[in-house]
Every structure is written in C-alpha cells, then in structure tokens.
C-alpha cells in the first residue's frame, strides 16, 4: 500500500515535472530575432522538423548519433579519458540496474521466464552493476575534491545528483546483506515455502543455511555436526534451491554481509533490514519525482540535444526552432565544466572576480534570465560583462560534451542584454570584432546604439568636453590622475612630448578625416598634453581615444620616444575603470 | 625543429584554411608543430580594457611553453605582438613579473622567459630559411604580382617586436618573390589593415580597409598577400561586407601566404582551402608552372 502510493505520487510529480520543463523548451525566449511566436505555434513547428527528419535520410545520421553521442559517449571519451570510465559506470550500471532490477516485472521476468531476483546471473548482475555505480562515483568525487580539474565548479545540484545515486546504491548493498543475515527473514521463508514443522529438521535446514547462507541464529551456531549439514542440504535441495543460489555470487552484499555478520542478531532486531527497503525505495522514489528539476533531467535533455544537434543544420533552422533549440540546450546543460575549461579569456577570472566569465557559469544565469525571473541591475551586469567577456574562438562549442552551441547562445544573449541599454564598456576593445562579422544578423540601430551607449557614458563622465570655452589654471588640476598614468613603465614618459605633432600626423585615422578634430576630439599629440596636464576629461572623453587602431605608428615615429600608443592603451584603460567607479 | 603552435581565438573558429595551409607548408618543410591544448587566448582583445589581464593571459602562455621547452610560432600578427610586449615588459621589470608569476604559480606555473616567440613568416625567413624553401619547390608562379601587406603588429614597436625593419621591410617581399611571384611596391604597403576598430567603428576600419585595397590595387596588384586572421578576414570577409554595403565590386582577392607557397610546394588545393576564401582566389593556380619549364 506504502509502496503503491508513493510510487504513484512520485509518479505523477515526474511526469508533471516532465511536461513543465518540455513546456519550457516552448516558451523561453532566447534569441535576437526573437519575434513574437506562440509556445503552440513553436511546437508546431518543431513536430513539423522531426517529422521531416524522420521520413528523410537525416535518420541515419540520427541513428549514428544515438549509438556514438548517446550510448556510447565518444564525445566525452574524446576529451577525457577518466571522465569517460567515469560517466559510463554511473550511467552503464544505473540505466542496466534500472531495466533488470527496478523494472523486473515489466522486463526481466517477462525476458527470462527463470527470472529471480536470488538466482544467477541475475543475482550476480544485480551487484555487478551496483558496483559499477559505486566505482563510477568514487571516481567523480576523486575527480572533483581531489584531482580538482581547473575552475570546475561544484554546485547544489551536482552534489544533489551525487547523493541521490550514492544513496541509492549503498542502501541497495546494506539492504541486501542485512537481509542475508537477517534471522526473521529467514524464519519467515521457512514458513511459506519449507512445509517443515518438526523441529528436528528445522534444526537441520536451520544449521545449513547459517553455514552456507551466512544467516545469523539466535539458536545455533558453527561447527555443526556433517550429518546434520547433509541431512539439511536435502531440505533446501527440495525447498530452497529452486530460488535460491549462493549467496556468494552477489559479492557486494556478501561481502558486507560478512562484515556486519557479529551484529547480525541485532541487526534484526532493530529490523534495519525494513528501514533500508524503505531507505531504498523512497530514495528511488524521491529521485525520480526529483529528476526533472535536478541535474539528472540531463537523461533526456542531453540526449535529446545530441539527437537535435546530429540533425538540424543551424542555417536552415527556421527562427522558431532555433529559439527551442536554445531553450532546450539551457537544460541539456551538465555543469560538467569542460567549456570553462577550455575556455580561452577563463584565465582573466584570476583578475575579474566575475564568475559569470566561465562558460559553465554562464549558463545558469541564462536559465533564469530566459525563465522571466527579475535579476537585481548589478547582476545583470555582471552577466552582461560575463557573456561579452569572450572572444568567440568556439572552443566551448567544439568540446561541449552534450553538443550545445554555446558559441550562438553567447551572440544571442549578449545582444539581448546590450538592448537592455546598460552601457558595456567591453564593446569598445577588439572583443567586438566577431560581433562586426555578425553585424547581418542584428537590427542596424540596435547594432550602433550598443557602440554609442558605450562612448555616450563615459563621455557623461567628462564634464570639460562640453565646456569648450571654459579657461582653466595653468597648474595641473588633477595631480593624481598625472601621476598615477604609469601603469607600465614605458608609459609614464608622455610628459616629454615637445608638441612636434609627429604622431598626429602620422596617424591613419587622423589623416582619413578632412576635419579631424570635430570627429575625433583630441588628437594623440593633445592627448598626451592633456594627460601631461593633468587634464582627465579631455583625454578620456575624445571619440580618438576609441578610435585608435594601435597601429604604432605614432609610437615607432616620436622623435622623443614617447610611448604614444601605449599611453592610448592605458588612458582607455583607465577610463573605463573611472567611468564605472563613477557609475556606481 | 619544433614548435609550439599558437593558434589563437580566431583561426579555428573563422578561418579554417590558415591552419590546414600553415600546418601543410611547415611540416613539408620538415617542422614540427606541438599543439598545447592548454593555451589561451594573448590577451590582444583585452589591451584596452585591462593592461593587468592581458599581461597575465600572455604571460600564462609563455609559460605554457616554458614549462614544455618549447618556443612558440604563431600564425597571428596580433598574437606575435602580444606576446612580445609582455615578454619585452616582464623582462623588463622585475616586479610586474612577480605579480604575474604570482598568479600562475597557482596552477603550477612560472614565467621565466626562456621561449622564443616566432610568426609563421619570421621562421620560415630565418629559422627555416629560403634555401629550404626553395629546395621543395616544385612549381612557380609567372606574371603574378603580388602586394605584401606586413600587418601592424609584427612590425611596430619595432625595439619590441624585433621583426623585420620597421620603416623598410623585406622579409616578407622575399618571400614572395622566392614563389616566382612579384612582390609590387605600393605606398601603402606598412598601414593597418583596419581590422582594430571592426566592431568599434565599422564607418572608419571600412574606409582604412578599402583605402588601402585600392591603393594596392593602382599600383598593380593582382593579390594582396597576408599571414594574420584579422588582416585576412578583414581583407576577405570584411572586404566583401563593405563593398556590398557601398555599392562596389571587390577591388582586390586576398591570399594567406601559406596558400601562396603550398600552392608552389605542390599541396593539395583542397588542403590549402583555396575554396574557402570569400573572395574567390581559385585564378591564381593559372599562373603556376612547373619548375623547368620557365622561359
């Protein structure tokens, strides 16, 4: 009855749970493009694609993809080899356990007319595979606390997935050899199945079994005399047998079993054996009512991501099924930290305490972001800083075991974030050479509007660029701001530019304007007067600043040898850091 | 001879035919190239933002290398000039050097400044040496004239980067010319491709881009030849963006150098991803001949 029900609650939560986050797929928004398209309309859609792959040649690229990405797991073998041998365990054995020994009346006894739990092979499989599992998570928790792979995050939901199946696997084992010793057990299956009242021979079957069986009596123990053994060898040949191999085979529990064997009478005493079934089965349960909501959904998610991604040619996805693609890739999503891994700007995490820099981070702020839940403006930030902070060099994508396209989620979110007009300064470095190569693919004004939210603020932050006729003290006024250019040393030597104008007339963006100072504001000369002046504003506010493309001429040209595009470099550098100190 | 491969950020994801051509042409030419899996990216993209994280992220790659007793060869120019500045200044000084070395020791790393920090052209000009080249060539190109365009990072700040001469340059017009192509003079050969400011200010990197094209383009180039992704690109890509946009045909192809060269030491087209390019290169195979048969 305990059983029934709760099977059936956890059940339904599963199931319920399993459309709430298939309905997700349908309804997160995630993409520049993304136009209003109806959850029902989108579904539509996607039903449409697989039907299409289904009936196409596309199968057998699908059928390849289940058997190398899906069972087989090339994609993670090819990365790391340990953590192959890892997942394969884990997975191999639970997905084994659960179809011969979770579901052994809906296929193990239906398969095996035989089938019985206490008979081999399946008595032995049943350990086999356990301890498969078991190995597998001694290896994943080596793995995180000991070999400790770089910026591989452990979060709630990776510890949550690790304690499930420990749980589940370990009361299993408990379960199994406290039953082995377990004098009332015993006593009870005597009762149903032997026919023996006289006590003589219960004595006999007794004393076997507590030889053979390792069952722990109140009443006999060891040495026994041979022809009681012999005499209770044919009881259980005639009673026993027909269910019952030795117990040897299931070596975990055996094992175990031998090791709680001096506690044994206690031990059914307490009736630990009871408490572990219900141990075991509501940590089954809770797991699976759990599932879709925990880091285990990737059983579906990940596979169904690999299934779509073997398929689906991203440039004749239609708008629509890119957008459920991205929302189904968010819960395909392991954490398993091979993108932050690989990642190549991670290493600026050691300088920018953002931790939304790391791919496998990213990724959850993104889950709350497409779910519609508000995030405090700073988080935003940091989010917005996080996904910009990238140089789109695709490694992430390349090696994402579960094959999401991590590179388009970026280009996606990234935009959906700047047209949130929070200015990102990140916008005004080379970082955004990819995002011009996209240019196609965004709004032409949401395109320019990112770049000139940038330049606008730290403009607002310049107070004497739009005071062009105010006069000023001769005196430096910011001796701070003079002083503290030296970033490196070779840039502290602006203050002997002579004013000779070499550099200005040498720069390439100068030369292209026919009335350069309107567009650019200072040129490089002025700036390093401006900075030799103390005069922040001007030099951090001139569009010239921005507009410099590092090119060194002007550096390699300075009769004086000033590090003019150096002292450029820097003074971006040190706008940046003042205007957002300012802002905040 | 070895190295170890700088492949940076932008070459696997966008430009797939410099690295099939790059690796086909060194390892004719008898060298060896280590990948280290480990590197990230020079900290080129992120000079503007922070001096400190680019100094660490190139620091963390000469490093890298160090550990493995190897000297690195990248394929690009922004890369080459990162990671000579940071190698310059940390040699310079000690203090920045141990901030750094701070940081990387976490991870098990130092920088000491032992490797060498090579472009695929400045080893092939010195380390391998035309000689070599020449001895593997089996085709040449007639009546191919060619605009070398050095990129601006390879040569400037010529005291750090020490590459070639930063006003009179030649490594890279020799080894045009050892192709049997000629490699023109054209006034703007040592200006930036434009390829900084993409993204930042598309109005003015277009203008710098197309400026520089057509100037190539007078003075008789049938290719401008580059070996740097974002000169390529913005060559290539970029090129065939703007002119679209402002209502012109394309006014020069552009050609890795590897491409140029793998075509003369017989690779395979396909390997040399000739098709890749944007703008089509494919003409450029008319003006091979095999060695022999020169007038």
């Given at each position: 009855?305990?059983?029934?029900?709760?099977?059936?609650?956890?059940?339904?939560?599963?199931?319920?749970?399993?459309?709430?986050?298939?309905?997700?797929?349908?309804?997160?928004?995630?993409?520049?493009?993304?136009?209003?398209?109806?959850?029902?309309?989108?579904?539509?859609?996607?039903?449409?694609?697989?039907?299409?792959?289904?009936?196409?040649?596309?199968?057998?690229?699908?059928?390849?993809?289940?058997?190398?990405?899906?069972?087989?797991?090339?994609?993670?073998?090819?990365?790391?080899?340990?953590?192959?041998?890892?997942?394969?365990?884990?997975?191999?054995?639970?997905?084994?356990?659960?179809?011969?020994?979770?579901?052994?009346?809906?296929?193990?006894?239906?398969?095996?007319?035989?089938?019985?739990?206490?008979?081999?092979?399946?008595?032995?499989?049943?350990?086999?595979?356990?301890?498969?599992?078991?190995?597998?998570?001694?290896?994943?928790?080596?793995?995180?606390?000991?070999?400790?792979?770089?910026?591989?995050?452990?979060?709630?939901?990776?510890?949550?997935?690790?304690?499930?199946?420990?749980?589940?696997?370990?009361?299993?084992?408990?379960?199994?050899?406290?039953?082995?010793?377990?004098?009332?057990?015993?006593?009870?299956?005597?009762?149903?199945?032997?026919?023996?009242?006289?006590?003589?021979?219960?004595?006999?079957?007794?004393?076997?079994?507590?030889?053979?069986?390792?069952?722990?009596?109140?009443?006999?123990?060891?040495?026994?005399?041979?022809?009681?053994?012999?005499?209770?060898?044919?009881?259980?040949?005639?009673?026993?047998?027909?269910?019952?191999?030795?117990?040897?085979?299931?070596?975990?529990?055996?094992?175990?079993?031998?090791?709680?064997?001096?506690?044994?009478?206690?031990?059914?005493?307490?009736?630990?054996?009871?408490?572990?079934?219900?141990?075991?089965?509501?940590?089954?349960?809770?797991?699976?009512?759990?599932?879709?909501?925990?880091?285990?959904?990737?059983?579906?998610?990940?596979?169904?991501?690999?299934?779509?991604?073997?398929?689906?040619?991203?440039?004749?996805?239609?708008?629509?099924?890119?957008?459920?693609?991205?929302?189904?890739?968010?819960?395909?999503?392991?954490?398993?930290?091979?993108?932050?891994?690989?990642?190549?700007?991670?290493?600026?995490?050691?300088?920018?305490?953002?931790?939304?820099?790391?791919?496998?981070?990213?990724?959850?702020?993104?889950?709350?972001?497409?779910?519609?839940?508000?995030?405090?403006?700073?988080?935003?930030?940091?989010?917005?800083?996080?996904?910009?902070?990238?140089?789109?060099?695709?490694?992430?994508?390349?090696?994402?075991?579960?094959?999401?396209?991590?590179?388009?989620?970026?280009?996606?979110?990234?935009?959906?974030?700047?047209?949130?007009?929070?200015?990102?300064?990140?916008?005004?470095?080379?970082?955004?050479?990819?995002?011009?190569?996209?240019?196609?693919?965004?709004?032409?004004?949401?395109?320019?509007?990112?770049?000139?939210?940038?330049?606008?603020?730290?403009?607002?932050?310049?107070?004497?660029?739009?005071?062009?006729?105010?006069?000023?003290?001769?005196?430096?006024?910011?001796?701070?701001?003079?002083?503290?250019?030296?970033?490196?040393?070779?840039?502290?030597?602006?203050?002997?530019?002579?004013?000779?104008?070499?550099?200005?007339?040498?720069?390439?963006?100068?030369?292209?304007?026919?009335?350069?100072?309107?567009?650019?504001?200072?040129?490089?000369?002025?700036?390093?007067?401006?900075?030799?002046?103390?005069?922040?504003?001007?030099?951090?506010?001139?569009?010239?600043?921005?507009?410099?493309?590092?090119?060194?001429?002007?550096?390699?040209?300075?009769?004086?040898?000033?590090?003019?595009?150096?002292?450029?470099?820097?003074?971006?550098?040190?706008?940046?850091?003042?205007?957002?100190?300012?802002?905040? | 001879?070895?190295?170890?491969?700088?492949?940076?950020?932008?070459?696997?994801?966008?430009?797939?035919?410099?690295?099939?051509?790059?690796?086909?042409?060194?390892?004719?030419?008898?060298?060896?190239?280590?990948?280290?899996?480990?590197?990230?990216?020079?900290?080129?993209?992120?000079?503007?933002?922070?001096?400190?994280?680019?100094?660490?992220?190139?620091?963390?790659?000469?490093?890298?290398?160090?550990?493995?007793?190897?000297?690195?060869?990248?394929?690009?120019?922004?890369?080459?000039?990162?990671?000579?500045?940071?190698?310059?200044?940390?040699?310079?000084?000690?203090?920045?050097?141990?901030?750094?070395?701070?940081?990387?020791?976490?991870?098990?790393?130092?920088?000491?400044?032992?490797?060498?920090?090579?472009?695929?052209?400045?080893?092939?000009?010195?380390?391998?040496?035309l000689d070599k080249i020449k001895e593997k060539m089996v085709k040449k190109y007639r009546d191919l004239r060619v605009a070398t365009h050095y990129g601006c990072h390879v040569l400037r700040p010529s005291k750090v980067v020490n590459f070639d001469d930063p006003i009179v340059p030649s490594l890279f017009d020799q080894l045009v010319a050892v192709t049997g192509a000629e490699s023109i003079d054209w006034s703007m050969k040592l200006e930036c491709c434009g390829a900084p400011l993409w993204g930042i200010n598309d109005g003015l990197s277009m203008d710098l881009t197309l400026k520089k094209l057509k100037n190539g383009k007078e003075s008789g180039a049938d290719y401008v030849c580059t070996a740097c992704p974002y000169c390529q690109i913005q060559f290539d890509k970029v090129q065939k963006m703007a002119s679209s946009q402002r209502n012109g045909t394309h006014l020069l192809p552009s050609i890795l150098y590897p491409q140029l060269l793998g075509l003369s030491l017989g690779i395979d087209k396909k390997i040399l991803g000739l098709e890749m390019n944007e703008i089509p290169i494919s003409g450029i195979e008319n003006a091979l001949f095999d060695i022999g048969t020169e007038v």
């Amino acid at each position: 009855m305990f059983f029934k029900f709760s099977l059936f609650l956890s059940l339904i939560i599963f199931i319920i749970g399993l459309i709430y986050k298939i309905s997700n797929w349908f309804r997160y928004k995630i993409g520049i493009g993304s136009v209003e398209i109806s959850g029902s309309r989108r579904f539509f859609y996607a039903l449409q694609g697989i039907f299409a792959t289904l009936f196409s040649l596309r199968i057998i690229n699908l059928l390849k993809s289940f058997v190398l990405d899906v069972l087989l797991q090339y994609r993670i073998l090819r990365e790391d080899f340990l953590r192959w041998v890892m997942h394969i365990l884990i997975y191999g054995g639970f997905m084994l356990l659960l179809l011969m020994h979770a579901l052994d009346k809906l296929i193990t006894a239906k398969l095996f007319d035989s089938y019985y739990p206490t008979l081999n092979p399946f008595l032995f499989l049943r350990d086999f595979f356990g301890i498969l599992v078991i190995i597998g998570i001694i290896i994943a928790l080596y793995r995180r606390f000991i070999l400790k792979p770089p910026r591989l995050k452990t979060n709630a939901m990776d510890l949550y997935a690790v304690i499930i199946v420990a749980v589940i696997m370990l009361s299993g084992i408990f379960l199994e050899a406290t039953k082995m010793v377990a004098y009332s057990d015993y006593k009870r299956m005597v009762e149903e199945y032997s026919g023996l009242s006289d006590p003589n021979e219960l004595k006999a079957l007794e004393a076997y079994w507590v030889k053979e069986f390792g069952t722990v009596s109140p009443n006999l123990k060891e040495p026994f005399d041979e022809r009681l053994l012999a005499q209770g060898e044919e009881f259980h040949q005639s009673s026993c047998a027909g269910c019952h191999t030795k117990y040897q085979s299931a070596f975990a529990g055996y094992g175990t079993a031998k090791l709680i064997h001096p506690i044994g009478i206690r031990i059914d005493q307490a009736r630990i054996p009871h408490l572990l079934w219900y141990l075991h089965v509501l940590a089954c349960l809770v797991g699976l009512a759990y599932l879709p909501f925990s880091k285990m959904f990737h059983l579906f998610s990940s596979a169904m991501n690999l299934l779509v991604n073997s398929i689906a040619d991203k440039e004749k996805l239609r708008e629509a099924n890119q957008m459920t693609r991205r929302a189904l890739e968010l819960d395909a999503c392991t954490h398993c930290g091979t993108c932050s891994l690989r990642c190549s700007v991670a290493q600026t995490y050691e300088e920018i305490q953002n931790i939304y820099i790391l791919p496998s981070e990213k990724i959850s702020a993104i889950r709350s972001l497409a779910s519609g839940k508000s995030l405090k403006g700073e988080e935003l930030r940091k989010i917005q800083e996080g996904v910009y902070l990238c140089t789109n060099c695709l490694r992430c994508t390349v090696v994402c075991p579960v094959g999401i396209d991590l590179q388009d989620l970026w280009f996606n979110v990234r935009e959906m974030l700047l047209q949130k007009g929070y200015p990102e300064f990140l916008i005004l470095s080379p970082l955004s050479y990819y995002r011009g190569l996209m240019r196609g693919e965004i709004l032409i004004k949401d395109y320019q509007n990112a770049l000139l939210q940038a330049r606008e603020a730290i403009l607002a932050q310049c107070e004497l660029m739009r005071e062009k006729e105010k006069t000023i003290a001769l005196t430096p006024p910011d001796k701070k701001f003079q002083s503290g250019l030296g970033l490196s040393t070779q840039a502290k030597n602006f203050s002997v530019c002579f004013g000779c104008q070499t550099c200005t007339t040498v720069c390439p963006v100068v030369a292209n304007y026919e009335n350069p100072q309107e567009v650019l504001g200072l040129l490089p000369h002025q700036i390093m007067h401006a900075a030799g002046l103390g005069l922040r504003d001007l030099a951090f506010g001139s569009n010239m600043l921005w507009d410099c493309l590092t090119c060194y001429q002007c550096q390699e040209q300075c009769p004086q040898g000033v590090a003019v595009t150096d002292v450029l470099y820097e003074l971006k550098n040190l706008a940046i850091q003042y205007v957002k100190e300012k802002r905040s | 001879m070895e190295f170890a491969l700088f492949i940076g950020c932008q070459i696997s994801a966008r430009l797939n035919q410099y690295e099939s051509s790059a690796r086909a042409v060194l390892s004719q030419l008898g060298v060896r190239l280590i990948d280290i899996r480990d590197f990230n990216c020079c900290g080129y993209p992120l000079r503007n933002i922070e001096f400190k994280i680019f100094l660490l992220s190139s620091a963390r790659n000469l490093a890298l290398a160090e550990k493995r007793n190897l000297n690195i060869l990248t394929l690009c120019k922004c890369c080459y000039g990162s990671l000579k500045k940071a190698d310059y200044l940390l040699k310079e000084s000690p203090s920045l050097r141990e901030g750094v070395n701070k940081i990387l020791e976490k991870e098990g790393l130092k920088y000491k400044g032992e490797p060498q920090i090579k472009h695929l052209l400045s080893a092939l000009d010195r380390d391998i040496g035309l000689d070599k080249i020449k001895e593997k060539m089996v085709k040449k190109y007639r009546d191919l004239r060619v605009a070398t365009h050095y990129g601006c990072h390879v040569l400037r700040p010529s005291k750090v980067v020490n590459f070639d001469d930063p006003i009179v340059p030649s490594l890279f017009d020799q080894l045009v010319a050892v192709t049997g192509a000629e490699s023109i003079d054209w006034s703007m050969k040592l200006e930036c491709c434009g390829a900084p400011l993409w993204g930042i200010n598309d109005g003015l990197s277009m203008d710098l881009t197309l400026k520089k094209l057509k100037n190539g383009k007078e003075s008789g180039a049938d290719y401008v030849c580059t070996a740097c992704p974002y000169c390529q690109i913005q060559f290539d890509k970029v090129q065939k963006m703007a002119s679209s946009q402002r209502n012109g045909t394309h006014l020069l192809p552009s050609i890795l150098y590897p491409q140029l060269l793998g075509l003369s030491l017989g690779i395979d087209k396909k390997i040399l991803g000739l098709e890749m390019n944007e703008i089509p290169i494919s003409g450029i195979e008319n003006a091979l001949f095999d060695i022999g048969t020169e007038v």
